[in-house]
């Protein structure tokens, strides 16, 4: 079955800095790869996505890059904010499979001080 | 509003103490599925259902029941808890079958003495 591994598990940068948190995942049939951020006692929002047939995708400060090829994903977040500060999870699912699990990586703590 | 709504928030009970955790989806979502959050652990798939009376098993069944009889709802059974299974669950749903796309619930504290 799928295996996603995320690092760092914690990360910490000062505002204005950029922020950079890796995954990989194992099933080369996974093509749907979403990033969720939780904050301290809140559920976790969907905060961007990225299917397999394209390599990056923006959203104001936050962008997501997929190498399918090495079979990893990246989340960037540029111009942090002290509001930034949450856990992040990636996760990986064969999206054309109807009946599989979405799979979570451990999370990244990131703190943005200011 | 659309929303998913779980019940109770908090539950603290005794260890082989039958307890349900409801979920309920108002936006029509055909998928639905429960999570469990442990420090260290992150999110980890109990079950999921792509459809009405279709469930299946996520990452960490064993211990679990659910059913799907409705559409928006998907409840949770813990037939005899253990303390192993103190966590904080999480319901979440999907417009799409694959699982695409999921929108949380707002998670139930549950501990187990």
């Known amino acids: 079955g799928e295996n996603v591994e995320q690092h760092p598990s914690t990360l910490s940068v000062q505002e204005g800095d950029s922020a950079v948190i890796k995954c990989t995942y194992s099933?080369?049939?996974?093509?749907?790869f979403p990033w969720y951020k939780q904050e301290l006692g809140k559920r976790p929002q969907l905060i961007i996505d990225i299917r397999s047939n394209v390599g990056e995708k923006k959203d104001q400060r936050i962008a997501v890059t997929l190498n399918k090829t090495a079979k990893h994903f990246s989340l960037h977040i540029t111009e942090t904010q002290p509001e930034d500060s949450a856990v992040y999870f990636c996760?990986?699912?064969?999206?054309?499979?109807?009946?599989?699990?979405?799979?979570f990586g451990k999370g990244t703590t990131l703190s943005v001080s200011s | 509003e659309a929303q998913v709504t779980q019940n109770p928030r908090y539950l603290i009970t005794v260890t082989g103490k039958k307890l349900t955790v409801t979920c309920s989806q108002n936006m029509n979502h055909e998928y639905m599925s429960w999570y469990r959050q442990d420090p260290g652990l992150g999110l980890r798939q109990i079950y999921y259902s792509m459809n009405v009376e279709v469930t299946d098993k996520g990452d960490v069944p064993e211990g679990y029941k659910v059913s799907r009889k409705e559409k928006r709802n998907f409840p949770l059974i813990l037939e005899s808890p253990s303390p192993n299974q103190t966590s904080l669950y999480f319901c979440?749903?999907?417009?799409?079958?694959?699982?695409?796309?999921?929108?949380f619930g707002p998670g139930t504290r549950l501990t187990v003495t």
């Open positions: 979440a749903s999907s417009l799409s079958r694959t699982g695409v796309e999921q929108y």
């Open positions: 099933d080369s049939a996974s093509n749907y």
């Open positions: 996760a990986a699912i064969p999206a054309d499979q109807a009946g599989t699990a979405l799979i």
